[in-house]
C-alpha cells in the first residue's frame, strides 16, 4: 500500500456567475492594477490517501469530490495525485 498527497481545486463552472471573484477584480482595479481579468474563487482542499494502486486512489479522490468537496450543480474541480510514500 502507498501513500499519496492529493491537491484537489474546486471553482464556480464557466457558466455560474462569480459574485466574490468580481468583487475582488474590482479591488485590484482600485488598487491600481491592470491586465487582470477573469478572477475566480475558489476552494482548496488537501489530504493524503492510501491505496493499492493509482486507479483506486483516483476513484476514491472522485468520489470524495463527487460526494462532499464540491457542488456539481454549480462547481467543478480537478486534482493533483503526488507520490508521497508507503505505508506498512
Do not use: W
Request: aromatic residues 6%; hydrophobic residues 35%; contains cysteine.
Amino acid at each position: 500500500m502507498f501513500n499519496v498527497h492529493v491537491q484537489v481545486q474546486v471553482t464556480y463552472k464557466d457558466s455560474v456567475l462569480d459574485p466574490q471573484g468580481q468583487a475582488v477584480q474590482k479591488a485590484i482595479e482600485r488598487l491600481g492594477f491592470e491586465g487582470v481579468s477573469e478572477m475566480r474563487i475558489g476552494k482548496s482542499f488537501e489530504m493524503q490517501v492510501a491505496g493499492d494502486d493509482q486507479e483506486a486512489v483516483r476513484e476514491k479522490v472522485a468520489q470524495i469530490c463527487d460526494q462532499l468537496l464540491d457542488n456539481p450543480n454549480m462547481e467543478q474541480y480537478h486534482y493533483d495525485i503526488q507520490k508521497a510514500g508507503t505505508t506498512r
